[in-house]
């Protein structure tokens, strides 16, 4: 039976016949399921007979190599690269692939962002709560005025103004005590969440493919079963002219390969008539006369091929056409034995995989079209002109753009995270005209005069420490003490919590330790890792079964195991 299926495939020239392909994966693995592995992979391997160019009967092909045989690599590897190949060919299977990463990209640099500000306000949040306390009157206790602080950076977040909005008021209150890098980091990270949406929606506008007329046509274009519902669609479309050339030709084709030579020279002239110079329409076309025995045209179309844009196919058809004129005409066409040698030696000579057929040799007396003739399937480009993701485009754009940047207007949306970001990192520089409160560089504390009028004008650190270590006899030897204590405790804590926060999170040591830009890329590439095996699944819908699991998350492993060991490496030798 599984031969039978492979016969009738390869006479109605199906490249691919999925869904018989498909059932037959269901029985291998029950095969397999009943301990017959034997079994079960010999139906695998006629499904990759079946559907050569379908991921997933390459990728159980492997999987039950590699149960029933693990030592032989070759055969299971083999499987396991032809499977990637094809999915790498398919272009619904490839679109998904590249919209599945870029959302992976874009969401681990939204997540990055927010984890980089919130570790710098672990480190910095103190000092603004320091200074906003002098805001208000000196009746107001330090645990109201910094309640009052988190209510109102909390405001853009409870009234749902998008993440750049709540970032950047985090961002204001912070810049004054951060340093020029940090700031500058700050603002291409949050400035990047504006260019998101537009990012996602040129994503999804050139990956689209499922639902569209493209992956209609390509469904149409290899034949498989099922594909009649939707060649009645297109059908109806063409009579009611709401077709193109692509749908035109792609019906046309199909009505080729299935021996419908009517339909398939009525729909292959309308396709010609939009587009009269197309070598797949031609050559489709030409099979169509030699199918319902017009030689003469059959002959004069593929004449003209030759002369106007010679193809390996076309010239390999030439020299079929004149063999069979030859059987068909006897004596009188015997002259053209020589041209179907000449234009099947220059076939073979554009592409050597074509069968070496001499001119003299028999012609079969029932000619079967597909298996005699070839023909060229529409082009690519053709193919993803009708993967219209426009709507979509918008539509994510639209979402994006609400959820990331708020209720601004879409002409202003994008730039306008960057442009509030670049004004805080110039609010920044006002720290120190400003009076805004510093980092005590022995002990931590809040530098600042408002706290302090006694303490001198651009000192480093807080009058504590500068009656402990700047002034003599100013203090008892136990409180000198007891402040040298406090400042080991300070220096340990600091450690501690960076090696913590480097353990628990690769890079984000180095932020809170400040080396701001090597631990926003360890981080962004540990997020990286951590969203693409949380997305193993994807976000994109591709048909039938992709990539294994362990596959899809080998690079997200790969990428883990690289990165964690190495951020924690150079977090070691910065405390070192």
Not at 6 to 32: C, F, H
Not at 258 to 263: I, L, N
Request: net charge positive; glycine share 6%; with cysteine.
């Amino acid at each position: 039976a599984r031969k039978e299926l492979l016969e009738t495939r390869n006479l109605i020239a199906s490249t691919d016949a999925e869904l018989w392909a498909v059932g037959l994966l269901r029985a291998a693995e029950a095969w397999e399921d009943a301990g017959d592995s034997g079994a079960a992979v010999e139906i695998a391997m006629s499904a990759t007979e079946l559907a050569p160019n379908l991921p997933a009967t390459w990728f159980l092909l492997a999987k039950l190599l590699m149960k029933a045989d693990l030592p032989g690599i070759g055969r299971w590897m083999d499987a396991l690269t032809r499977g990637v190949g094809a999915e790498f060919r398919d272009p619904r299977y490839l679109r998904p692939l590249v919209a599945d990463f870029a959302a992976v990209l874009l969401i681990s640099l939204i997540i990055t962002a927010a984890a980089v500000l919130l570790v710098l306000a672990i480190r910095r949040f103190r000092y603004f709560l320091y200074d906003f306390h002098f805001v208000f009157p000196r009746a107001a206790a330090r645990w109201q005025t910094g309640a009052i602080a988190v209510l109102l950076l909390s405001l853009p977040l409870v009234f749902r103004m998008g993440v750049a909005p709540t970032l950047l008021g985090l961002f204001a209150a912070l810049t004054m005590y951060l340093t020029s890098r940090e700031r500058a980091v700050m603002a291409v990270l949050i400035g990047a969440l504006g260019f998101i949406p537009l990012v996602a929606a040129a994503v999804v506008e050139r990956t689209a493919f499922a639902e569209t007329p493209a992956e209609d046509l390509y469904r149409i274009e290899r034949g498989g079963p099922g594909v009649e519902p939707l060649v009645q669609k297109y059908e109806k479309l063409i009579a009611e002219d709401k077709a193109g050339f692509p749908e035109r030709f792609v019906v046309g084709h199909y009505h080729v390969n299935r021996g419908h030579v009517a339909q398939a020279i009525t729909q292959l002239k309308g396709a010609l008539v939009l587009r009269p110079d197309d070598v797949p329409a031609k050559l489709a076309l030409a099979k169509a006369f030699f199918l319902d025995g017009d030689l003469e045209n059959s002959l004069s179309l593929y004449e003209e091929l030759r002369k106007s844009a010679p193809t390996a196919v076309g010239l390999y058809d030439l020299s079929r056409v004149y063999a069979r004129r030859v059987q068909v005409y006897g004596e009188a066409k015997l002259t053209e034995l020589d041209k179907s040698n000449e234009a099947m030696s220059a076939a073979r000579q554009l592409d050597a995989s074509l069968p070496a057929i001499a001119a003299d040799e028999p012609t079969p007396k029932e000619i079967i079209g597909n298996s005699y003739l070839k023909t060229l399937p529409l082009t690519e480009k053709d193919l993803l002109s009708l993967a219209d993701g426009e709507v979509a485009a918008r539509r994510v754009r639209s979402q994006l753009s609400q959820q990331l940047v708020g209720d601004v207007p879409s002409a202003v949306a994008p730039f306008f995270p960057l442009l509030v970001a670049l004004a805080l990192v110039a609010l920044g520089f006002l720290a120190v005209p400003l009076g805004a409160a510093k980092v005590c560089n022995r002990c931590g504390r809040p530098v600042s005069r408002r706290g302090d009028p006694d303490l001198a004008a651009g000192s480093a650190m807080c009058s504590q420490c500068v009656n402990v270590f700047a002034k003599k006899n100013a203090v008892a030897p136990s409180v000198k003490v007891r402040k040298q204590l406090e400042i080991a405790r300070y220096e340990s804590g600091k450690e501690r919590f960076t090696t913590v926060l480097g353990v628990l999170w690769s890079g984000m040591g180095h932020v809170f330790a400040g080396q701001t830009v090597r631990g926003v890329v360890f981080g962004f590439f540990f997020v990286l890792a951590i969203v693409a095996a949380l997305l193993r699944a994807g976000v994109v819908r591709a048909p039938f079964e992709g990539a294994p699991l362990g596959l899809r998350l080998l690079p997200a492993l790969l990428l883990f195991v690289i990165v964690y060991p190495l951020s924690l490496v150079a977090l070691r030798r910065k405390a070192a």
